[in-house]
């Protein structure tokens, strides 16, 4: 119950740590090179999240099954960037409270606190890129994944794939990452 809440920072979202975290990859699975997919958000803030899903990517079968991410991990994940890239009960208050403590009309008011809020939700990056990196190094970097946060109109990073088109969405941007000194 208390991942639920909004705005938590990465660091409450994860303790106690995911069961995913402890799960040891199984040696027995291939690892392989596989091309980039993106998750495209359902918006342009963060806490508008992502859809629970699988990004698309043409190779069968899906590399999440051969480099042990399951649908439970997935959605776990995808969950807490959501939950860190919401506004916490308090920032909705201040956004609210501080126009009013100005005393300005309620039509500026009213504006003033969708800017501010507009403000403290595009803060919301650092506490989301933190959580992917925690995710990265305790979880997908030893399965061979690497997740990246990006904006914009496509990934300008892509080794393959088509271009998802021009807009301002967030993307989860999921490469293969070899070992190091591995030759892909």
Not at 58 to 64: R, T
Not at 93 to 100: F, K, Q, T
């Amino acid at each position: 119950m208390k991942n639920l809440a909004p705005g938590k920072s990465p660091a409450k979202l994860l303790e106690p740590p995911p069961p995913s975290f402890t799960r040891v990859p199984p040696p027995t699975l291939p690892y392989g090179d596989f091309p980039d997919m993106e998750l495209i958000g359902k918006g342009t803030m963060l806490d508008q999240g992502f859809p629970y899903i699988a990004p698309y990517c043409a190779v069968m079968p899906h590399p999440f099954v051969t480099h042990d991410v399951n649908e439970h991990d997935w959605r776990h994940f995808l969950h807490d960037i959501r939950i860190a890239g919401s506004l916490s009960p308090t920032n909705r208050i201040v956004s609210g409270v501080l126009p009013m403590a100005f005393g300005v009309g309620f039509i500026i008011s009213l504006f003033a606190t969708f800017g501010v809020e507009g403000y403290m939700r595009r803060k919301k990056k650092g506490p989301v890129s933190q959580l992917i990196d925690h995710w990265n190094a305790l979880f997908f970097h030893p399965r061979l994944v690497h997740i990246a946060l990006a904006k914009g109109p496509k990934n300008r990073h892509a080794r393959q794939g088509p271009p998802q088109g021009a807009d301002k969405n967030w993307r989860l941007v999921v490469s293969y990452r070899p070992h190091r000194g591995h030759a892909p």
